[in-house]
């Protein structure tokens, strides 16, 4: 009973992050999932009839214990504002992917588990097992992602002007919980599993934080992202000048947008495109990757708009295309001018 409701509150919890997909950071939803399926893997091996179906749940529980420690280390680093590279997050996964792998060998060879044995008790069915080498690697790797939590957390603390200690506080104590109970269950060797409890319990904690930084930081606030968006006009350019794509505002100023072909040059000619933005465009591309973006006004129907051309980035830093960002600034110039009379 008690893994079914477990999996009922992963499964609530997995569709109040579907509700708030804006809000909430990816690696959390992956944890969600994951969590799920593990709390299902845990009410599969309670229910298990033979060592085989044992087995088969355990591997399942396993896909929450080998990447749950990695993605609890990204949220609290996205948490605390402490950037990881993506060829280190790249490593990490590849890793956890190299354990889940070893631990599929369990039944068919002695790297995971020496030795496995299903046995049926009050909570339902379980395994009594010897661990194998590669077990070492699993218990290393949640060893080192649970000391790079504290650490960050640690260091967090003195960055209070940056992230609040009641969050730093709160992510330590739900690792720490975690973890803790998993040791202790090693060492008394009960017949029942209390994780799936810790998983649920600590999801939600994480959950509850990310939302709060959701509404309260600058940083997180996607509400304010999608207001900027929908008032400013945003056009893209690969580096040989192929349209990419464009932000419905820009569609709302340029009409012509939505007639234009992906991934193809722009339309030699027509439209308020070529007439304002399409030579200051081509100019900025003669300047090279190197140029710095530049900005100028333009004026359409007593309305003045202002236009920002610059590189469009790439994860790495490295040149992609071109930007185009357009904003409507009547109203604000005339109150300056208004301000200054």
Known sequence: MLYIICFAVSLILLLILASYEKAVDIHMTILAVLI???????????????LEEAILANKIIYVTGCFSPLLVLLIICGICRIPVPKPVRLILYLLQIFTY????????????????E???????????????PLHGLYLITLLLYTLASIAVGLYSLNRSNIVSRFN?????????????????????????????VIFSSGA?????????????????????????????????????LKYMGCSDCATELFPELS???????????????????????????????????????????????????APLLKGNRRMGGYAI???????????????AE
């Not at 792998?101 to 496995?116: E, H, N, Q, R």
């Not at 027509?270 to 090279?288: A, C, V």
Request: with cysteine; glycine share 8%; proline share 2%.
């Open 259 to 309: 007639q234009w072909k992906l991934e193809e040059k722009i339309p030699g000619s027509g439209g308020r495109f070529n007439t304002f933005l399409r030579q200051p465009l081509l100019n900025y591309t003669k300047e090279g990757e190197q140029a710095s973006p530049v900005s100028h006004t333009y004026t359409y129907k007593d309305r003045v708009y202002r236009y920002e051309i």
């Open 168 to 196: 730093v506080y709160a992510l330590l104590f739900a690792d720490l919980i975690a973890v803790g109970i998993y040791l202790m269950e090693r060492m008394i060797h009960l017949q029942f599993d209390l994780m799936p």
């Open 204 to 240: 939600c904690i994480y959950l509850v934080l990310l939302l709060r930084l959701a509404s309260f930081s600058i940083y997180n606030n996607r509400n304010l992202l999608d207001e900027r968006i929908r008032d400013t006009a945003y056009i893209f350019f690969s580096k040989n």
């Open 325 to 339: 960002q357009v904003v409507d600034v009547t109203d604000l110039l005339t109150a300056t001018n208004e301000a």
């Open 101 to 116: 792998f070893a631990v599929w060998t369990i039944g068919s060879s002695s790297l995971f588990y020496k030795y496995v």
């Open 36 to 50: 799920t399926v593990g709390c299902g893997g845990y009410y599969a091996l309670s229910v298990a009839h033979n």
């Open 118 to 132: 299903f046995h049926q008790g009050a909570a339902g069915g379980y395994l009594v097992k010897t661990y194998g």
